[in-house]
């Protein structure tokens, strides 16, 4: 058990887009000062990443990029970088239209009025990280270029990345590079003021990193050699899980699936920059789909979904194993769905801690590893992730015999709140981390669920608003994190 995660700490989940405002600006600042006040100390947040058109956090165009549409306009005109009038063009809802002017004027006003202190940090940023900042600043403007077509779509020289091709286009392209590059850098400036802000108040920041990639990302694009592709860039196999509780038909996610033959006599080298960039950026970091590094779920690519599959060896021993010799870092596993016992001996033997949802805890059998009496310490208890409904709606949802066998396995009355109950059970566990996600803080229903699997359409789109906060909700989270003596 790492030292970050060996002591009783609450958190809460909620993503940046979940903010009134959406952005790393006032509320970020805000919501770091409320989990301070109630005693939370851990703020978990889902990937950061640029989404595709489904806004997916989990189909990123770079595993290393901030998504900049999290950028707060408004720190930019505090620091005299921006007009107020230019701000108003993103605030007022033209934000996809003007964006890229914005910027534009943005690197030209920070050219002419940055301090030389300023200058001289955004290019060590660029130095810093172009171990992956390079190939994706050209990979953004290239696919602008291409009509934002998968790069497998681009012309033959810049799909296949023909020296040449890609020389003329850093020169010719050189101004749009270097906005995508001072994007990335207001980005990360950004987050890390941030992350140093909550740190002082005593809050960590976890994030969660996709154990798959896009196969529509910069990083596909410029380490073909990482991934199980045919000769030609295509897939051949794609990834995704089995039928389980989410979906009858399983989810076919349609990621590359690694060549961890590859990986392994290349030193992870791949792995090792993606885990630097996450170590900077969050105090512990949950490896999604953790499973999927001692075996994954490989589906041809002609299948429609995901239940004709085989299960595939990986090398993750060996990869926890680099990654821990390098790096002092904090890990958490996602270990939902089938677990087998070659999964869990992974974990354990790197002693990370893996999830328990109290909504899969309540199927009658007693030997339901997310029952409560059945939670270890190292752990993180949820009332629920980003991927269930939220506490309040699926109670409604409850028959009378299950919401009567769920009271009388938490011994309260079949009266009784038992959306309330759960998250004090959560809190009350004896995992050292337990997370409530704000939905089930604010008591909303299924109308304010983050996602459903399989479905691609209408997720992602909650968020709160201050005055669901009622001083009453604060003082409760506040009491029940002190009785629990976290």
Same mark, same amino acid.
């Given at each position: 058990?790492?030292?970050?995660?060996?002591?009783?700490?609450?958190?809460?989940?909620?993503?940046?887009?979940?903010?009134?405002?959406?952005?790393?600006?006032?509320?970020?600042?805000?919501?770091?000062?409320?989990?301070?006040?109630?005693?939370?100390?851990?703020?978990?947040?889902?990937?950061?990443?640029?989404?595709?058109?489904?806004?997916?956090?989990?189909?990123?165009?770079?595993?290393?990029?901030?998504?900049?549409?999290?950028?707060?306009?408004?720190?930019?005109?505090?620091?005299?970088?921006?007009?107020?009038?230019?701000?108003?063009?993103?605030?007022?809802?033209?934000?996809?239209?003007?964006?890229?002017?914005?910027?534009?004027?943005?690197?030209?006003?920070?050219?002419?009025?940055?301090?030389?202190?300023?200058?001289?940090?955004?290019?060590?940023?660029?130095?810093?990280?172009?171990?992956?900042?390079?190939?994706?600043?050209?990979?953004?403007?290239?696919?602008?270029?291409?009509?934002?077509?998968?790069?497998?779509?681009?012309?033959?020289?810049?799909?296949?990345?023909?020296?040449?091709?890609?020389?003329?286009?850093?020169?010719?392209?050189?101004?749009?590079?270097?906005?995508?590059?001072?994007?990335?850098?207001?980005?990360?400036?950004?987050?890390?003021?941030?992350?140093?802000?909550?740190?002082?108040?005593?809050?960590?920041?976890?994030?969660?990193?996709?154990?798959?990639?896009?196969?529509?990302?910069?990083?596909?694009?410029?380490?073909?050699?990482?991934?199980?592709?045919?000769?030609?860039?295509?897939?051949?196999?794609?990834?995704?899980?089995?039928?389980?509780?989410?979906?009858?038909?399983?989810?076919?996610?349609?990621?590359?699936?690694?060549?961890?033959?590859?990986?392994?006599?290349?030193?992870?080298?791949?792995?090792?920059?993606?885990?630097?960039?996450?170590?900077?950026?969050?105090?512990?970091?949950? &490896? !999604?789909?953790?499973?999927?590094?001692? %075996? +994954?779920?490989?589906? #041809? @690519?002609? =299948?429609?979904? *995901?239940?004709?599959?085989?299960?595939?060896?990986?090398?993750?021993?060996?990869?926890?194993?680099?990654?821990?010799?390098?790096?002092?870092?904090?890990?958490?596993?996602?270990?939902?769905?089938?677990?087998?016992?070659?999964?869990?001996?992974?974990?354990?033997?790197?002693?990370?801690?893996?999830?328990?949802?109290?909504?899969?805890?309540?199927?009658?059998?007693?030997?339901?590893?997310?029952?409560?009496?059945?939670?270890?310490?190292?752990?993180?208890?949820?009332?629920?992730?980003?991927?269930?409904?939220?506490?309040?709606?699926?109670?409604?949802?409850?028959?009378?015999?299950?919401?009567?066998?769920?009271?009388?396995?938490?011994? &309260? !009355?079949?009266?009784?709140?038992?959306? %309330? +109950?759960?998250?004090? #059970? @959560?809190? =009350?566990?004896? *995992?050292?981390?337990?997370?409530?996600?704000?939905?089930?803080?604010?008591?909303?229903?299924?109308?304010?669920?983050?996602?459903?699997?399989?479905?691609?359409?209408?997720?992602?789109?909650?968020?709160?608003?201050?005055?669901?906060?009622?001083?009453?909700?604060?003082?409760?989270?506040?009491?029940?994190?002190?009785?629990?003596?976290?």
């Amino acid at each position: 058990m790492n030292a970050t995660l060996n002591q009783r700490r609450a958190g809460v989940l909620l993503h940046i887009t979940s903010l009134p405002a959406g952005n790393l600006g006032q509320d970020a600042y805000r919501f770091v000062d409320f989990l301070h006040e109630v005693g939370a100390t851990v703020w978990q947040v889902l990937p950061l990443g640029i989404t595709h058109d489904d806004k997916s956090p989990y189909q990123s165009l770079s595993a290393h990029a901030g998504n900049p549409d999290l950028i707060c306009f408004k720190t930019l005109v505090a620091q005299g970088w921006l007009t107020e009038e230019e701000n108003c063009e993103v605030c007022e809802g033209h934000a996809n239209i003007h964006r890229g002017c914005v910027l534009s004027k943005v690197v030209s006003s920070f050219k002419t009025n940055a301090t030389e202190a300023e200058k001289a940090e955004f290019l060590q940023f660029c130095i810093t990280n172009h171990y992956w900042l390079d190939d994706f600043a050209l990979f953004m403007v290239l696919r602008l270029k291409f009509n934002q077509k998968t790069w497998s779509d681009w012309e033959e020289d810049f799909k296949n990345r023909h020296l040449a091709a890609l020389n003329d286009a850093r020169f010719f392209l050189k101004t749009p590079i270097e906005i995508v590059k001072f994007e990335q850098f207001v980005f990360f400036k950004q987050w890390s003021a941030l992350k140093t802000y909550a740190n002082k108040r005593g809050v960590l920041l976890f994030g969660d990193m996709p154990i798959f990639v896009s196969y529509d990302s910069a990083d596909v694009w410029a380490n073909r050699k990482v991934f199980k592709l045919t000769p030609e860039g295509n897939m051949s196999v794609v990834a995704g899980v089995p039928p389980d509780y989410f979906s009858e038909t399983g989810q076919r996610w349609g990621n590359p699936h690694y060549d961890w033959n590859y990986l392994q006599a290349n030193g992870f080298n791949w792995w090792l920059k993606r885990m630097q960039t996450q170590a900077a950026l969050f105090d512990i970091v949950r &490896i !999604d789909h953790f499973r999927g590094l001692e %075996a +994954a779920w490989e589906i #041809s @690519a002609d =299948e429609p979904t *995901a239940m004709n599959g085989e299960w595939t060896k990986a090398a993750g021993e060996e990869l926890l194993t680099a990654i821990y010799t390098k790096f002092k870092v904090n890990l958490v596993a996602e270990d939902l769905g089938i677990i087998t016992e070659e999964v869990d001996a992974l974990r354990l033997k790197f002693n990370l801690a893996g999830m328990k949802i109290l909504q899969f805890a309540f199927n009658g059998e007693v030997d339901n590893p997310y029952l409560p009496k059945n939670h270890v310490v190292n752990g993180v208890v949820y009332t629920g992730t980003h991927d269930n409904d939220t506490i309040r709606g699926w109670v409604q949802k409850l028959t009378l015999e299950e919401r009567a066998w769920i009271c009388k396995t938490l011994n &309260i !009355d079949e009266d009784a709140d038992i959306a %309330a +109950a759960l998250m004090q #059970s @959560a809190l =009350e566990s004896v *995992a050292n981390l337990a997370i409530l996600p704000m939905q089930d803080i604010l008591g909303l229903d299924s109308a304010s669920r983050m996602n459903i699997p399989g479905t691609t359409t209408g997720n992602w789109q909650w968020h709160f608003d201050w005055q669901q906060l009622s001083p009453a909700k604060v003082s409760r989270f506040a009491q029940w994190i002190k009785q629990s003596h976290r």
